[in-house]
């Protein structure tokens, strides 16, 4: 049977482990690796060839309930480790899972270098602005007023925003989606194993014991209309349950602003046109927040480039060609060596 073949007839139970799932029940990554197992029977690489990476915290389970090779290493390390995984074996997919705290916190920096590397890695990071595993304390990603068992009278912090984070990092693919959102997801996942290179994947996930509802304002079903913006390359950035509601710049101040067609002699060609090749757009986009705006949803910038592994691929292959071959018992023993005779 040919990889082909064999691609075609995979499903997600042939990416289901036989672990039991141990999250808590009506946690959002159930729906989570639900949809991760459809998406990858859908791209159909062999599961052999397809390892998930994790640090600590609740999403860091995950590779425990993928039928694949995996590695639950240790906080904030996971982008490091799938950086040498990738490397050691650049045909492997390679997909690193966190939560906010994980790879915002103590792991925010291993997690900046694999995305300014543009390391081939499908980087997922279940944003649920809050430390569940630990039990609830804030986390980078927190509104400010967050109430835990770490800010009694609510958090002072200023949050970071994840896709702005990864768009000043230098990511080339920054995209969006909500954990309940079984149709949007697998496309989302879909166009980051496709693109080459560093793919970061924001996922909206409620955790209900510690922040439960906290994305309510634009996940619930009677609102998401008005509170969505599902962003598609090359289409007019228009929302809201009649459709009529847009995005366009302001130029007195150099900003977007919400608009509604129609009203005001704002007609559609007043209403900006998803590039998801410009940055500058992308950065917009990321910044969007309730009230005022709808939150943007989907593959907000995508601009691929050479990436790191292939760059280092190529570099090995250009010196094997020009070295001539040598054994490793002749490197071992050049250089700096001695050899002790007996008195």
Known sequence: ????????????????SDQEIRWCPGCGDYAIVKIVRKALAEIGTPTENVVFVSG???????????????????????????????????????????????????????????????????????????????KGQ?????????????????????????????????????ARSVDTNQKHMPMVLK??????????????????VYNDGVFNDFTEKKTAPDTQLHVEHGKPLIFGAEGNK????????LDLEVVTVGENGVTMDDVLVHDETNRTLAGWLARMEAPDFPVAIGVLYCNPTESYDAA?????????????QASLNSLLQSGHTWTVEPH
């Not at 492997?92 to 103590?106: R, Y």
């Not at 609510?154 to 230098?170: E, K």
């Open 1 to 16: 049977m040919n990889d082909i073949a064999a691609a075609a007839e995979l499903t997600p139970k042939d990416f289901t």
């Open 56 to 134: 600590i915290g609740c999403a860091a389970r995950f590779p425990y309930y993928m039928a694949t090779y995996g590695f639950h290493t240790i906080h904030g390390r996971a982008p490091a480790i799938a950086t040498g995984v990738k490397l050691a074996n650049p045909d492997l997919d390679v997909w690193v899972v966190g939560g906010d705290g994980d790879m915002l916190s103590i792991g925010g920096n291993h997690t900046l270098h694999a995305v300014r590397r543009n390391v081939d890695l499908n980087i997922l990071l279940f944003n649920n602005e809050i430390y569940g595993l630990t």
């Open 138 to 174: 804030y986390s980078p990603t927190s509104r400010e007023g967050t109430r835990s068992p770490s800010t009694p009278m609510g958090s002072v912090d200023h949050p970071v925003s994840a896709t702005s984070f990864a768009l000043g990092a230098g990511a080339r693919f920054v």
């Open 191 to 208: 166009r980051a194993h496709d693109h080459k290179g560093a793919s970061f994947v924001e996922i909206f996930q409620n955790c209900i």
């Open 246 to 253: 847009g995005i366009r710049v302001n130029h007195d101040i």
């Open 312 to 324: 280092v691929g190529q570099q090995i292959a250009d010196a094997k060609k020009k070295a001539p």
